[in-house]
């Protein structure tokens, strides 16, 4: 059967976002039904109606990319009664490379999130909110990277808040409430700097369409309020970001949710928050004024988020809040290849996000088999657990290892790459990024410290009586984290064909004329 029969060109953008919320909204329609008509909800029917509306998502989302990739970047209007709300004046979304990329990552792991929560998540009540908020929260997120206007980023972006904060306190234990609280405050001071930020684009240039805006800030781009609205924009996007200073929430959230969810948050969520800071700086602003050279700015923040996130991490004796501030760091790394402004910087720090996204989301599911088999995330409890779950020791081991940057894994190519455009934009840009690149290196080796402290923890200290007492994890938890170890050795060991996904998604950064072009319905 040819996969091609299920995809409309027309509607072939919408479409991973479109069959999430349907199946959303089926999720809780049957459950509801079931519920009604039989007292109680079939085990197995939300579960695996959210495994069926990622792997659809999935398959759409590839079936989007082959059409990207041979045609170009692609629209789609919103219409209704055949009247047609187009570009300039209203909805349009756009799909170009960066924008498959994501949404794949996000679907892909949304996929294995699901089929990790089917054992993780036995024991709890409420499944159907669970299943139909974690995929209304990664339709969302699909939503945020094809908005081609600031309206509908901003409602897509809040729908992902929206249910990333339940998701945080789906147990309604104290933890978990006081961190989505937490994090609510910020992120609704984070949306408050957007929506000032987007207020006053609209003053200037009187349309909310993304790639209008785009024209008219280039054909003048000396106006002295422009270096205040990317400051705005980046520090309202850097909250969900989990850039350094805005950072505070992360720590709390990611050891508060379950553990899926922590590798949702950790590995893709934030991932939205850089994509914002990148995407509307480069489409929006992608010269250097004479007021404000932003990719500057952006590598300042890099280095002082990697920086504090390793010092945090090495203090801490909970595993999850030390992967948390670990996610820190790395968000630092990606903001470090971004801000050098280049083509090659763009396809690494590209590169990156993929491999943070699948690492770190590893790590969190281990994480969540050790809590789930001994109660604890404390870390001398946690001493020789490898030897009692060797499967989910050596799953672990890999995460780390690809973490540290060791051949022949995934981390090892990603980190190398980093490095490299940060030393290409030193000698090419300005000398400030020499200095950044020597700081990222102290960083990367400064990490060593708390990398190796989980590894030797788990597998090379004598057996804590906690640990004793564990029992080997679910199936289904084992496939989920299997399926995420598995694509970072297959990465490591042959990365072209992820990598290329990459640099044409960084370089989708580069050609911002032509995107902008598409989103304005100019010819």
Not at 291 to 304: D, E, K, M, R, S
Not at 386 to 391: E, H, I, T
Not at 415 to 425: M, N, P, S, T, Y
Not at 475 to 481: E, H, K, L, Q
């Amino acid at each position: 059967m040819q996969l091609d029969i299920f995809y409309i060109p027309q509607y072939g953008v919408v479409m991973p976002v479109v069959v999430l919320v349907l199946f959303a909204l089926l999720v809780a329609v049957l459950s509801e039904l079931s519920a009604t008509v039989k007292g109680h909800v079939p085990r197995g029917l939300p579960d695996g109606l959210a495994v069926i509306g990622f792997a659809f998502a999935l398959l759409y989302t590839y079936l989007l990319g082959v059409d990207v990739w041979a045609n170009g970047a692609k629209t789609y209007v919103w219409s209704w009664a055949g009247t047609t709300f187009g570009p300039p004046v209203g909805v349009v979304m756009g799909a170009d490379q960066l924008s498959v990329m994501l949404m794949g990552l996000f679907s892909f792991m949304g996929l294995v999130v699901s089929i990790y929560s089917i054992g993780y998540m036995k024991e709890d009540t409420g499944l159907r909110h669970y299943y139909a908020l974690l995929l209304i929260m990664v339709g969302a997120m699909n939503g945020v990277v094809i908005s081609g206007d600031l309206f509908t980023l901003f409602m897509f972006y809040e729908t992902m808040g929206l249910t990333s904060f339940v998701l945080v306190a789906f147990r309604r234990n104290w933890e978990g409430i006081e961190a989505a609280i937490k994090y609510l405050m910020m992120s609704a001071v984070g949306s408050t700097l957007i929506l000032y930020s987007a207020s006053y684009l609209y003053g200037l240039t009187g349309t909310l369409n993304l790639g209008e805006m785009s024209a008219l800030l280039q054909a003048h781009p000396d106006q002295p309020i422009i270096p205040i609205l990317i400051a705005l924009m980046t520090a309202g996007f850097g909250v969900k970001g989990a850039v350094v200073p805005f950072a505070a929430w992360l720590a709390d959230a990611h050891p508060a949710a379950p553990s899926g969810i922590s590798a949702m948050l950790s590995g893709v969520v934030i991932k939205v928050g850089i994509y914002g800071i990148i995407r509307m700086n480069t489409l929006l602003f992608p010269i250097r004024t004479v007021y404000f050279n932003w990719p500057l700015l952006i590598a300042v923040f890099a280095v002082v988020t990697m920086t504090a996130g390793n010092f945090w991490a090495l203090t801490q004796t909970d595993l999850k809040r030390m992967l948390a501030y670990s996610s820190i760091t790395q968000i630092g790394f990606i903001l470090f290849a971004f801000g050098t402004a280049t083509e090659f910087g763009y396809q690494t720090g590209s590169f990156y996000i993929i491999n943070h996204a699948l690492t770190k989301g590893l790590l969190f599911l281990c994480a969540g088999a050790f809590l789930h088999a001994i109660g604890s995330r404390n870390l001398d409890d946690l001493r020789g657990i490898g030897k009692k779950m060797p499967v989910t020791g050596a799953f672990f081991a890999i995460g780390i290892l690809s973490l540290m940057g060791m051949p022949p894994l995934s981390g090892f190519y990603a980190k190398f790459l980093i490095l490299a455009a940060g030393v290409q934009a030193g000698l090419t840009v300005s000398g400030y990024y020499l200095v950044f690149s020597a700081l990222a290196i102290f960083n990367a080796v400064l990490a060593l410290g708390y990398y190796l402290r989980m590894l030797s923890t788990v597998w090379f200290k004598p057996l804590s009586d906690r640990a004793a007492s564990a029992h080997r994890t679910s199936r289904s938890m084992a496939i989920g984290m299997g399926i995420l170890a598995l694509t970072l050795v297959v990465i490591g060991i042959y990365p072209a064909p992820v990598y290329t996904i990459a640099e044409a998604a960084g370089s989708a950064l580069m050609n911002f004329s032509q995107f902008a072009a598409l989103l304005s319905g100019a010819p």
